[in-house]
């Protein structure tokens, strides 16, 4: 089966609501507008059949409002912090995407990206399938990519 951009948009917003108890809206626009407003990222590799990932990418503010949904801190949180709920939510997200891919595949653990690399990430690679979301003020983008 081929994963497609409602099956990301399904599973990042199961993940709004049962996991951080945020709502992940829906964003109408072109996803490819948004790269330069990106200074994280979540990937997890997959390998096998398929050659790619998982990224999840976001701004500062969005990064915060998930690391706050998920561990339910107010107030500043370090990179550290942000960097792994990054890496968590793209782990599972991936995770439970993962049985829906054709072939033998396998996912790397998840790993955090920040700065001028998010921007470029997958610059290379073809987006399979894109879910973007308005979330606290910002853009929040889940993407699939083959290498």
């Not at 990937?43 to 059949?49: H, M, W």
């Amino acid at each position: 089966m081929a994963i497609e951009d409602s099956h990301l948009e399904h599973a990042m917003r199961t993940l709004g609501t049962s996991l951080l108890d945020l709502e992940l809206t829906p964003r109408i626009g072109d996803a490819m507008d948004l790269s330069g407003g990106f200074a994280w990222a979540g990937v997890a590799q997959v390998s096998g059949d398929f050659k790619g990932g998982f990224a999840i990418r976001c701004g500062t503010q969005v990064a915060e409002a998930l690391a706050q949904g998920l561990l339910q801190e107010t107030g500043k949180l370090s990179d550290d912090v942000l960097q792994g709920t990054l890496i968590e939510l793209t782990f599972l997200a991936a995770g439970a995407l993962l049985p829906l891919m054709d072939g033998q595949v396998s996912l790397a653990p998840a790993r955090a990206m920040q700065g001028a690399a998010v921007t470029s990430l997958g610059s290379t690679s073809k987006v399979e399938a894109r879910s973007t979301h308005d979330v606290a003020g910002g853009t929040l983008e889940f993407s699939l990519f083959r290498s």
